[in-house]
């Protein structure tokens, strides 16, 4: 039997599930791009970072 407390819970994890997922999914492509001397990855880069302090914040 599902519960209020059940769904809560379970849509508790889901979204800390997404939450850190998508954090590491940033890192990653972040220190990745970091690497490469190329223009057009670095301003890549620097607009999903934009996008993502105006989103979360």
Do not use: C, N, P, Q
Request: no cysteine.
């Amino acid at each position: 039997m599902v519960t209020a407390y059940t769904l809560f819970k379970f849509l508790h994890i889901v979204g800390a599930i997404g939450w850190l997922g998508g954090f590491l999914a940033f890192s990653i492509i972040s220190t990745r791009s970091a690497r490469k001397k190329d223009a057009a990855v670095l301003a890549a880069r620097e607009r999903l970072i934009r996008v993502a302090e105006t989103t979360l914040a």
